[in-house]
């Protein structure tokens, strides 16, 4: 089956009701973590100077419950550390705490204290869906197979019937599982009272940019009031480390997916501040001049999220603050050495470390400090730089949590030397390139 389908024809479907959002996410939005809670006024004036340079960035706090059940933290920490941090900083633009990776099972721990809920349902991709909503879906979508031609994509999309049944398929069960959460926090919170992400980036395939129309669509029809998509982008997005991939292509798809979502907006009654978000988007320092050029070029949004990187900077801090704080990240890296299978494998399939390039504890004992910071400064171009031991560290938070207040005590004795790291590190290395070049 195969016909052409034009969006801007007369004989299109008029778009779905779209239906009002009183929290409205703002065109530009950056994801923060701050996996001890004791960051937020440095992370804030980051966005302070960015805005200093005529750019609104709206700062968005997020922790994963992965993250809360490693350190023993609670959700309402996330909002006190940054309402505190808005308060003295006097920051008038709105802000948001993110419920970050949420699931049906594990989202009411976050109602209390998040407006932005990203709904991941990762899990649920490549669940065969019943043949009966498949073919309801497909039914119910004639203009989606054949040629599509979507505004700003140069060869037009095209779908098969197969094609397009094989794509629902793999979707309708996670578009659907969006569904109950995205209804269930509806229920909880009001319509219209909460910002909703879907996160499709924990997993093994990218999609592509036909998958995530079909998605968008499926998505419409459940009644998901989306306000940012996270797609899994070709390439590798490893946690805290440079992006590695074909840059071309990368390009390709983001361009796409941009289009693909003006198209869902314009079409389905998408919410018309729709955008991509782009997950463990720190330290992607290659792709940043590929998005920025993008959104430029669009007019779009986005949404980025830093994979919790905070937490190294305060690393890196200790590393400048004399004696006492070396020792300590040498005692966490020789910790981390002795529980490096326990600590790496949950985030498997989002680092890549390869052990050779790991010092051992004896060659670190005459670390000095500045040679711990250069080795974990995300510098590429530094020759002490180490991505591996960058990345170990990354995924070792939870040993500096179980120190408890010995740590907590030393981020608060060293908050000044650890805060402009923190800034340096969040407005230097990521919104300049990424929002001014
Ligand atoms: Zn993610």
Known sequence: MQKNVSISGSNSLSPAPRRPLMLRLSRFSFGVGD?????????LRAFEKIRAQGIEVVPVWNKSNREHSFIGSEPSSVRAAAEQAVRESGWSLPWHTDADHIRLETVDRFLGSSDFFTIDVADSIGKQAPSDDVHRFLKHHPELFGTLDIQGIEESIFL????????????????????RIFRYIEHKLGSGNFIAEVSMDETDLPQTPQELLVILVALADEGVALQT??????GRFNKGVDYVGDLDRFAKEFHEDLCVLAHGVARYGLPSNLKLSVHSGSD?????????QALAKSGAGLHIKTAGTTWLEELIGLSESGQEGVAFVREIYALALEQIGALTEPYASVIDIRMSELPDATEVASWDGPRWANTLRHIPSHPQYNSNVRQLLHVSFKLAAKKGTRYTDLLKKHSDVIGQNVFDNLYTRHMKPLFLG
């Open 284 to 292: 992607k320092f290659s792709i940043y001049p590929i998005i920025r």
């Open 35 to 43: 996996r001890f809670a004791h960051q937020a006024s440095s992370q």
């Open 229 to 234: 998509i996270a797609p899994k982008f070709t």
């Open 160 to 179: 098969s019937g197969d094609a397009l049944e094989e794509i629902a398929s793999k979707y309708l069960m996670a578009v659907q599982e969006a569904g």
